[in-house]
């Protein structure tokens, strides 16, 4: 996975010195997330579902061998190829050798994160096969040579400006920034595509292992199109990515759409389970399925973190969370961004590496609440941060700051020592009427305290402790 | 050692198998009694007990940029979908063609009977498996075609939910690449909500003994993004409209 964390501060800096991507962003959390919230306060079925979706979740990713199996068995029974990737690497070679053995020129891809996960389209095009993104959102960043933003809208940070100038140039068209035009040019360009192109790539929202069938959702029907006018299909998927039955199935794939896009259901949802059968009039000649690890079995044997494997990227914590609405897309630095990003890119990519993203998260708990299966995202982010200053060999993870942990030690110590706690007590009432303050706080520390009085003035110590007062008032009774 | 059993060995051993094994009721093994009394009750609903779920229909498919037709007989819905061609416009060229699946309702309909859509063709889906070259012919009649009419198998009042399975004849390119997406369907194909939908599909014995086909494909309204600054535009890759016709029960 190609990580760009080390850049997150910095991008982080820009996103909110912009005016434009900080109203898209607070428009988008204010349209979406409290419609969700106001969906799950209303499901049929009672609040009850969400935890029970959550159990249904587990399950699955407790019995993933059973479950991967299953499905795997079903889809070969209907004339589907099951593939199972180890690595990146394993699942982009797989493409790779359809697309030869298919003689395929041409792709078109419905919206998929395990494929950005991989990097499959740079390979694609290495080998000179043309690869157009169907998703509207998608199809914008890809013309830009930019990166997704948001899960469900990955050019929510584009402006209709930047939409109408960018399309101008790379589609020819008049320039205009009136979305129902944009769009209206990007569905004819698009449907020249599908219409040539040989393969269309997919991902996986969620399988069933019982029916035999993985199931995409999308409201554009572009992965319709892309699974069902080309005469190959490949479909990814995470290997978590599955539901036992169908009754679980059907109550995940529910709450998915209220949490991505506050819908009772997605406007298109696909159950396939195969190629097109010789008597069906069209459809796909060939199904394959890529089932991808790269790094999950890692994540499944820890027992801290194996709930992340229950995430079905909705988005939805995106929609809540106060750091992503202000820092953006862009600066969790892969494909996953947001509180799902802050957890699963260091799972996936590396804890030292993003180590900026689980500590830039606020634990407000936001996310927690919005998540459809209520996924404890706080507590990883902890388990990530104490990762991260105790250094944990199973993850090769190195003790990020140790002055910062040693300093940690001698707090402790000190507040284990009443003696030498109060001893620096008064040294510090000392030492702070040197300070530099105005009404009453203190507006600068020395070094290496100054980065905490950077943006904010500290509340001077008190003339006494409430230990000291409780004496004096109590006469020394306890 | 090949690369599958490999991969399920590395989840095997993440998940600590064997000595944690796994529970006996992964999958689904027989209805509940909420399930059967279910089943039942969709099987005797009556056409009393259909009025609230049309008027719930009613209310549901203005939101999702559908139109709702109600007609009483197949005379009727002909005649409205005869309208419908005439009165559309087509999105790509001036030519209006339209494409219909082979299936018993559509054939009824006998558009290509009804006297004022004179020249118009109106092609069908009927394919029987042998003669690849008609394969050809019916994909650039599909992409030829202003409007696509098909059937469903049901129609949910809840969410305005269209669920078709794959079957010969019914290509699925026509609900997806016409600009126009006409659905007909029975009264009696209603159904209250997806609950409904998925307990059919899990215990209803026909529907079982087929599967839930290679596609199985749930409809809510016609294609929609809202990808450019969040306005909600129709009609991003598939259908831009969505007409629902519901045909009275005799
Ligand atoms: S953590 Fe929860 S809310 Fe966030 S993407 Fe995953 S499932 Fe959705």
Same mark, same amino acid.
């Given at each position: 996975?190609?990580?760009?964390?080390?850049?997150?501060?910095?991008?982080?800096?820009?996103?909110?010195?912009?005016?434009?991507?900080?109203?898209?962003?607070?428009?988008?959390?204010?349209?979406?997330?409290?419609?969700?919230?106001?969906?799950?306060?209303?499901?049929?079925?009672?609040?009850?579902?969400?935890?029970?979706?959550?159990?249904?979740?587990?399950?699955?990713?407790?019995?993933?061998?059973?479950?991967?199996?299953?499905?795997?068995?079903?889809?070969?029974?209907?004339?589907?190829?099951? %593939?199972? @990737?180890?690595?990146?690497?394993? @699942?982009?070679?797989?493409?790779?050798?359809?697309?030869?053995?298919?003689?395929?020129?041409?792709?078109?891809?419905?919206?998929?994160?395990?494929?950005?996960?991989?990097?499959?389209?740079?390979?694609?095009?290495?080998?000179?096969?043309?690869?157009?993104?169907?998703?509207?959102?998608?199809?914008?960043?890809?013309?830009?040579?930019?990166?997704?933003?948001?899960?469900?809208?990955?050019?929510?940070?584009?402006?209709?400006?930047?939409?109408?100038?960018? !399309?101008?140039?790379?589609?020819?068209?008049?320039?205009?920034?009136?979305?129902?035009?944009?769009?209206?040019?990007?569905?004819?360009?698009?449907?020249?595509?599908?219409?040539?192109?040989?393969?269309?790539?997919?991902?996986?929202?969620?399988?069933?292992?019982?029916?035999?069938?993985?199931?995409?959702?999308?409201?554009?029907?572009?992965?319709?199109?892309?699974?069902?006018?080309?005469?190959?299909?490949?479909? !990814?998927?995470?290997?978590?990515?599955?539901?036992?039955?169908?009754?679980?199935?059907?109550?995940?794939?529910?709450?998915?759409?209220?949490?991505?896009? @506050?819908?009772?259901?997605?406007?298109?949802?696909?159950?396939?389970?195969?190629? @097109?059968?010789?008597?069906?009039?069209?459809?796909?000649?060939? !199904? %394959?399925?890529?089932?991808?690890?790269?790094?999950?079995?890692?994540?499944?044997?820890?027992?801290?973190?194996?709930?992340?494997?229950?995430?079905?990227?909705?988005?939805?914590?995106?929609?809540?969370?106060?750091?992503?609405?202000?820092?953006?897309? %862009?600066?969790?630095?892969?494909?996953?961004?947001?509180?799902?990003?802050?957890?699963?890119?260091?799972?996936?990519?590396?804890?030292?590496?993003?180590?900026?993203?689980?500590?830039?998260?606020?634990?407000?708990?936001?996310?927690?609440?919005?998540?459809?299966?209520?996924?404890?995202?706080?507590?990883?982010?902890?388990?990530?941060?104490?990762?991260?200053?105790?250094?944990?060999?199973?993850?090769?993870?190195?003790?990020?700051?140790?002055?910062?942990?040693?300093?940690?030690?001698?707090?402790?110590?000190?507040?284990?020592?009443?003696?030498?706690?109060?001893?620096?007590?008064?040294?510090?009432?000392?030492?702070?009427?040197?300070?530099?303050?105005?009404? %009453?706080?203190?507006?600068?520390?020395?070094? =290496? !305290?100054?980065?905490?009085?950077?943006?904010?003035?500290?509340? =001077?110590?008190?003339?006494?402790?409430?230990?000291?007062?409780?004496?004096?008032?109590?006469?020394?009774?306890? | 050692?090949?690369?599958?059993?490999?991969?399920?060995?590395?989840?095997?051993?993440?998940?600590?198998?064997?000595?944690?094994?796994?529970?006996?009721?992964?999958?689904?093994?027989?209805?509940?009694?909420?399930?059967?009394?279910?089943?039942?009750?969709?099987?005797?609903?009556?056409?009393?007990?259909?009025?609230?779920?049309?008027?719930?229909?009613?209310?549901?498919?203005?939101?999702?940029?559908?139109?709702?037709?109600?007609?009483?007989?197949?005379?009727?819905?002909?005649?409205?979908?005869?309208?419908?061609?005439?009165?559309?416009?087509?999105?790509?060229?001036?030519?209006?063609?339209?494409?219909?699946?082979?299936?018993?309702?559509?054939?009824?309909?006998?558009?290509? #009977?009804?006297?004022?859509?004179?020249?118009?063709?109106?092609?069908?889906?009927?394919?029987?498996?042998?003669?690849?070259?008609?394969?050809?012919?019916?994909?650039?009649?599909?992409?030829?075609?202003?409007?696509?009419?098909?059937?469903?198998?049901?129609?949910?009042?809840?969410?305005?939910?269209?669920?078709?399975?794959?079957?010969?004849?019914?290509?699925?390119?026509?609900?997806?690449?016409?600009?126009?997406?006409?659905?007909?369907?029975?009264?009696?194909?209603?159904?209250?909500?997806?609950?409904?939908?998925?307990?059919?599909?899990?215990?209803?014995?026909?529907?079982?003994?087929?599967?839930?086909?290679?596609?199985?494909?749930?409809?809510?309204?016609?294609?929609?993004?809202?990808?450019? #600054?969040?306005?909600?535009?129709?009609?991003?890759?598939?259908?831009?409209?969505?007409?629902?016709?519901?045909?009275?029960?005799?």
């Amino acid at each position: 996975m190609e990580l760009t964390t080390k850049a997150y501060k910095q991008t982080a800096k820009k996103a909110i010195a912009d005016p434009i991507l900080q109203s898209a962003l607070a428009g988008l959390q204010s349209r979406l997330g409290p419609a969700t919230a106001s969906l799950y306060e209303n499901l049929p079925e009672g609040p009850d579902l969400r935890a029970k979706a959550h159990a249904y979740r587990r399950k699955a990713v407790d019995n993933l061998d059973i479950m991967l199996v299953t499905l795997a068995g079903k889809i070969r029974e209907n004339g589907g190829e099951v %593939h199972f @990737a180890a690595t990146a690497k394993d @699942a982009v070679d797989i493409c790779l050798d359809i697309a030869e053995k298919n003689n395929v020129k041409h792709v078109v891809k419905g919206k998929s994160m395990v494929t950005e996960e991989i990097g499959l389209n740079r390979a694609l095009m290495d080998k000179g096969i043309e690869v157009n993104e169907t998703d509207l959102g998608e199809y914008i960043i890809q013309l830009a040579g930019e990166k997704p933003s948001h899960i469900v809208a990955p050019a929510v940070h584009k402006t209709r400006k930047e939409v109408g100038e960018l !399309f101008t140039e790379k589609l020819g068209t008049p320039y205009t920034d009136d979305p129902p035009t944009l769009t209206r040019d990007a569905r004819q360009a698009l449907r020249k595509k599908f219409m040539a192109a040989d393969m269309g790539i997919s991902g996986c929202n969620l399988a069933c292992a019982e029916t035999g069938h993985i199931t995409t959702v999308s409201n554009e029907g572009n992965i319709r199109m892309a699974t069902t006018l080309p005469r190959v299909h490949v479909a !990814f998927m995470g290997m978590e990515r599955i539901a036992a039955n169908l009754e679980e199935h059907q109550a995940i794939l529910r709450l998915m759409s209220m949490g991505a896009a @506050a819908q009772q259901i997605g406007g298109y949802v696909s159950y396939i389970g195969g190629p @097109a059968a010789v008597d069906h009039a069209d459809g796909p000649q060939a !199904f %394959h399925l890529v089932i991808v690890d790269n790094g999950r079995s890692r994540i499944l044997a820890d027992e801290e973190f194996r709930e992340m494997l229950c995430c079905i990227r909705c988005g939805a914590c995106l929609n809540v969370c106060p750091v992503y609405g202000k820092i953006g897309g %862009h600066s969790y630095g892969s494909a996953y961004t947001g509180p799902v990003g802050a957890v699963v890119t260091p799972l996936l990519g590396g804890i030292n590496e993003a180590s900026h993203l689980c500590q830039g998260e606020s634990l407000c708990g936001a996310c927690r609440v919005a998540c459809p299966l209520n996924l404890n995202l706080p507590r990883m982010l902890l388990a990530l941060r104490a990762k991260l200053s105790e250094g944990d060999p199973r993850w090769n993870v190195k003790p990020k700051s140790r002055p910062e942990k040693m300093l940690f030690q001698v707090w402790s110590r000190i507040n284990q020592n009443r003696k030498v706690y109060d001893i620096l007590l008064k040294l510090g009432r000392l030492i702070q009427k040197i300070m530099p303050s105005s009404n %009453h706080m203190i507006r600068r520390l020395p070094w =290496p !305290f100054s980065g905490w009085t950077q943006s904010r003035d500290m509340k =001077p110590l008190a003339g006494k402790t409430f230990m000291e007062l409780w004496k004096e008032h109590q006469g020394g009774r306890s | 050692m090949d690369p599958e059993k490999q991969f399920i060995n590395t989840i095997k051993t993440a998940l600590g198998r064997p000595g944690n094994q796994p529970p006996a009721d992964l999958f689904t093994t027989s209805p509940s009694q909420e399930e059967k009394t279910l089943l039942e009750k969709i099987r005797t609903r009556t056409h009393q007990e259909r009025v609230p779920l049309i008027e719930q229909l009613r209310q549901t498919v203005p939101s999702l940029h559908m139109d709702l037709h109600l007609e009483a007989g197949i005379e009727e819905a002909a005649r409205a979908i005869g309208r419908l061609i005439l009165e559309k416009e087509p999105e790509w060229g001036t030519s209006k063609s339209v494409v219909c699946w082979d299936h018993p309702l559509i054939n009824q309909l006998k558009l290509s #009977e009804v006297a004022e859509l004179g020249q118009i063709p109106i092609h069908n889906t009927g394919y029987d498996g042998t003669d690849p070259q008609r394969k050809k012919e019916i994909r650039s009649q599909v992409e030829a075609s202003f409007i696509g009419i098909t059937s469903a198998d049901y129609c949910i009042a809840a969410t305005a939910t269209l669920a078709m399975k794959t079957r010969p004849g019914h290509a699925r390119s026509v609900s997806l690449v016409p600009s126009i997406h006409v659905a007909v369907v029975r009264e009696e194909q209603l159904l209250a909500d997806l609950r409904e939908l998925y307990t059919l599909l899990k215990w209803d014995e026909a529907e079982r003994k087929e599967g839930l086909t290679r596609n199985l494909t749930l409809i809510s309204g016609p294609s929609k993004t809202a990808d450019i #600054e969040l306005v909600m535009v129709h009609g991003a890759h598939g259908p831009r409209e969505l007409h629902l016709f519901i045909i009275a029960a005799d």
